[in-house]
């Protein structure tokens, strides 16, 4: 029972964690200072976490991870986004000059 509630604890604060920076994604469209690499191993990890808890039928493993993976791969998304746009603007821009 302990058990449970610890894990339940573990992945209510791990994936509360990610929600300060897709608020703040959000609300400036701005991704420069956010690693690709780190959000596309996270994204990777948090996707094998949840086959692991549908594999081994844990309940915080699998409602933890299922909001992880959505919540990192909307940061993983924007990222991909917002660079590939404003490389495309600084292309223009450099062609207008």
Not at 64 to 79: C, E, Q
């Amino acid at each position: 029972m302990i058990e449970t509630t610890f894990g339940y604890l573990a992945a209510f604060c791990t994936t509360a964690s990610f929600l300060p920076q897709v608020i703040k994604v959000f609300k400036t469209r701005h991704t420069k200072d956010i690693s690709l690499g780190m959000f596309l191993l996270m994204t990777a990890g948090v996707s094998f976490w949840l086959i692991y808890g549908l594999l081994i039928t844990s309940p915080p493993i699998i409602m933890a991870n299922s909001v992880t993976v959505v919540l990192s791969f909307y940061i993983l998304f924007m990222k991909l986004k917002l660079d590939v746009l404003n490389l495309n603007k600084a292309n223009i821009k450099r062609l207008k000059n």
